[in-house]
């Protein structure tokens, strides 16, 4: 069955960096788009990344375009989410999604929190 | 960027009723739009995709219908595991921008 298992959150100051992973399996990891996606505490969910099954195309909401940078190893199934110059904005749970054949986001993972805060 | 409005944002319901809930975006998305169920505490759960499409395991009590700028999902019959918050997104274009939720309450 498909995983997807986060890792990689925890309590980071404002202007420090955090790279998140996400480890896949129960699928053929190197034909799927991955996507992250963030939600505050009581709030919507807010896209944030994709990137394509073999890494050459990526897209970014505006709000961490320059800071954040998606990538994906698929030797190893795992996407990442390098996250650099941090706000207290970017307080959220992060889940990473697989992309289905119809472009929507078919599994989730469970999330893993990033608290930014001095 | 194209805006995606939902309505309204709580909606009480009981057991046994039809609700109807609506996302309405800010340009033509043709049927590139989904709908996710959201439990507290819990990762989304993708219901219907390309607007009408149910996906695999959802119950048939949801439905989903529209096309361009408006779009509703429909639950034919409340059953008490439907209370949650609901959410749209459009995928016509990046970013993929989600609705900002229906609640869906037991009244």
């Known amino acids: 069955q498909v995983q997807l298992v986060e890792s990689g959150g925890g309590v980071v100051q404002p202007g420090r960096s955090l790279r998140l992973s996400c480890a896949a399996s129960g699928f053929t990891f190197s034909s799927y788009g991955m996507h992250w996606v963030r939600q505050a505490q009581g709030k919507g969910l807010d896209w944030v990344a994709v990137?394509?099954?073999?890494?050459?195309?990526?897209y970014y909401v505006d709000s961490v375009k320059g800071r954040f940078s998606i990538s994906r190893d698929n030797s190893k199934n795992t996407v990442y989410l390098e996250m650099n110059s941090l706000r207290a904005e970017d307080t959220a749970v992060y889940y990473c999604?697989?992309?289905?054949?119809?472009?929507?986001?078919?599994?989730w993972g469970q999330g893993t929190l990033v608290t930014v805060s001095s | 960027d194209i805006q995606m409005t939902q309505s309204p944002s709580t909606l009480s319901a009981s057991v046994g009723d039809r609700v109807t809930m609506t996302c309405r975006a800010s340009?033509?998305?043709?049927?590139?739009l989904a709908w996710y169920q959201q439990k507290p505490g819990k990762a989304p759960k993708l219901l219907i995709y390309?607007?009408?499409s149910l996906e695999s395991g959802v119950p048939s009590r949801f439905s989903g219908s529209g096309s361009g700028t408006e779009f509703t999902l429909t639950i034919s019959s409340l059953q008490p595991d439907d209370f949650a918050t609901y959410y749209c997104?459009?995928?016509?274009?990046?970013?993929?921008?989600f609705g900002q939720g229906t609640k869906l309450e037991i009244k």
């Open positions: 990137i394509s099954y073999d890494g050459s195309k990526k």
């Open positions: 340009q033509s998305i043709s049927s590139w």
């Open positions: 390309k607007a009408t």
């Open positions: 997104q459009q995928y016509n274009r990046y970013p993929y921008i």
């Open positions: 999604a697989k992309e289905s054949g119809s472009y929507v986001k078919d599994y």
